[in-house]
């Protein structure tokens, strides 16, 4: 059995590898693909040594420290992307281009000596111990209390692998395509279907070049087309650091169905857009071309639908938490706290999820000292005689409301009452509970205690509310008050909004007392 098995050998999935590999783990990918980097691809024209970059193109080291500090560690140079010169504007098909002034268009971008592929090359490199597989394509999961077994299939083979734990660096909404047993909870299910896989819908050309010429014509290399037959709508200068090695690059500006009706007759009319923006002394040299939206493996058929259209300021909370006890992850660009969609916030991804990985084995190794499992075994089954209790409060202050005829809010009100009432007899037993927190780290000023002291609460939460809704509905005192007796969605918000303060409020009272009861040493300091 396996430390951690990783599903996708992108850059979030070896730079995450990469990480557990240096703590001792053991640890597996599977990769669909029969090749590493997800959506980083780079290509090499045999006649120059032209790294041509078909996914990610750029990072920019001014804002985007992780990739410029793996960069640097691993020995990749880099080199700014060129904006120097006039920029090229065509806006009329049957027209030529026009200069525009020069403008730094690339935000002081920077590209990688021989690709963005040169990332995933050294990462690779440095995994001396991981086992990777490609060509397995992962289909269902199943938690198994203990670990995570994970079937999956290898062209006419298929398998099982079991593992501690597993991380799924992919795409969410190729995450929503997987089958999970037991399944995810619904907010969980939304968050994936409903985040969309950046450049999944995106077409990437590129060419190599005999020389630079529009250099020679004082051009950046930028050129913008915008009419309505455009087949490249952005265009880039694509040489090396020296200008040695010539090319250009471009982003298709037809949508995936036309890039499919034009497949055949695309190359010639990609070759033909260049020579019109640049002049018929240009000299093509090999062409390179991605359509990601034919890739499997990137393009869920949801985007092709809902695609996206923009960089998301921060992916959706649920995609950062863990799920199955600590046993299931998500990495992967979209699901960054941070550059969601970009290299930044792919190796983002890998570095939460390291350290998250790490706390669960921390504390996975204070739960099981015998203090602890007795202490949160009494916890336990003291939460669990909590749901009777608190369904009788709420019925207790209910009934009072009817006895001096409140007319409003009635739910609202006793359940928030029932609930705060359990949640502070809850801090009352926490406080009273012999904890063995020596060396317990604290991060972000949260113990690692924590999230085992509010487990129980979910099966206390989830059951009071069904209890709720259950007495509502066949409630004679209730029939007069139809919002209460079967309360709308708008009422039901409202409820889950109060119940989410009282229980943010009980956690950071609950971590309080962690930390005063049982101070981390001073070698576990925060991270």
């Given at each position: 059995m396996y430390d951690v098995a990783i599903v996708g050998a992108g850059l979030s999935g070896l730079a995450l590898a990469e990480m557990l590999e240096t703590r001792g783990q053991s640890v597996l990918i599977l990769e669909a693909r029969g090749r590493l980097g997800g959506r980083i691809l780079s290509e090499t024209d045999a006649a120059s040594g032209l790294?041509?970059?078909?996914?990610?193109?750029?990072?920019?080291?001014?804002?985007q420290a992780l990739v410029a500090t793996l960069a640097q560690r691993l020995g990749i140079p880099s080199f700014p992307q060129r904006d120097e010169g006039a920029n090229l504007s065509l806006a009329d098909a049957g027209k030529g281009p026009e200069r525009t002034p020069p403008q730094h268009v690339h935000d002081k971008a920077h590209r990688l000596t021989g690709g963005m592929a040169a990332l995933i090359k050294a990462l690779a490199a440095r995994l001396s111990h991981t086992d990777i597989r490609l060509g397995h394509v992962v289909q269902a999961l199943f938690d198994e209390t203990t670990h995570v077994r994970l079937a999956w299939s290898s062209g006419a083979m298929s398998g099982e692998t079991l593992a501690r734990r597993c991380v799924l660096a992919m795409p969410p909404r190729l995450v929503a395509s997987l089958t999970f047993s037991p399944d995810l909870d619904k907010a969980a299910w939304s968050a994936l279907r409903h985040t969309p896989t950046w450049m999944a819908t995106s077409a990437k050309a590129g060419t190599a070049c005999a020389n630079p010429v529009w250099r020679d014509e004082g051009l950046s290399g930028s050129a913008f087309v915008t009419h309505d037959q455009a087949v490249l709508g952005e265009i880039w200068d694509a040489c090396d650091a020296t200008g040695t090695q010539a090319g250009l690059g471009g982003f298709l500006s037809l949508s995936p169905a036309l890039r499919r009706d034009f497949a055949t007759g695309l190359p010639m009319l990609i070759a033909s857009q260049f020579t019109q923006?640049?002049?018929?002394?240009?000299?093509?040299?090999?062409?390179?071309?991605?359509?990601?939206?034919?890739?499997?493996?990137?393009?869920?058929?949801?985007d092709l639908i809902d695609p996206a259209t923009?960089?998301?300021?921060?992916?959706?909370?649920?995609?950062?938490?863990?799920?199955?006890?600590?046993?299931?992850?998500?990495?992967?660009?979209?699901?960054?706290?941070?550059?969601?969609?970009?290299?930044?916030?792919?190796?983002?991804?890998?570095?939460?999820?390291?350290?998250?990985?790490?706390?669960?084995?921390?504390?996975?190794?204070?739960?099981?000292?015998?203090?602890?499992?007795?202490?949160?075994?009494?916890?336990?089954?003291?939460?669990?005689?909590?749901?009777?209790?608190?369904?009788?409060?709420?019925?207790?202050?209910?009934?009072?409301?009817?006895?001096?005829?409140?007319?409003?809010?009635?739910?609202?009100?006793?359940?928030?009452?029932?609930?705060?009432?359990?949640?502070?007899?809850?801090?009352?037993?926490?406080?009273?509970?012999?904890?063995?927190?020596?060396?317990?780290?604290?991060?972000?000023?949260r113990s690692c205690l924590l999230p085992a002291v509010q487990a129980p609460f979910k099966p206390f939460l989830d059951g009071l509310l069904a209890d709720v809704l259950e007495f509502n509905a066949v409630s004679c005192a209730l029939s007069n008050f139809p919002d209460e007796h079967k309360p709308p969605r708008d009422y039901m918000n409202a409820i889950m909004r109060d119940i989410a303060a009282a229980w943010v409020e009980f956690s950071q009272n609950a971590n309080d007392l962690l930390l005063a009861a049982h101070p981390p040493s001073a070698s576990a300091g925060a991270a």
């Open positions: 790294a041509v970059d078909l996914g990610p193109t750029w990072f920019w080291p001014h804002r923006l640049f002049g018929g002394h240009l000299s093509l040299g090999t062409a390179f071309y991605q359509d990601w939206a034919d890739e499997a493996f990137t393009c869920a058929a949801a923009d960089h998301p300021p921060r992916a959706d909370n649920l995609l950062r938490g863990a799920h199955w006890n600590d046993r299931l992850h998500f990495a992967g660009a979209e699901t960054s706290a941070r550059d969601p969609g970009y290299l930044e916030g792919a190796l983002d991804s890998a570095w939460r999820v390291a350290q998250t990985l790490h706390e669960a084995d921390e504390r996975a190794e204070l739960l099981a000292r015998p203090a602890n499992a007795a202490a949160l075994a009494s916890f336990s089954q003291w939460m669990a005689t909590q749901r009777a209790a608190g369904f009788s409060a709420y019925r207790v202050a209910l009934s009072r409301s009817l006895m001096r005829q409140a007319h409003e809010q009635l739910t609202q009100h006793a359940l928030l009452g029932a609930v705060e009432d359990s949640l502070a007899q809850a801090l009352n037993r926490i406080a009273e509970l012999p904890f063995d927190g020596a060396d317990a780290s604290v991060t972000q000023g």
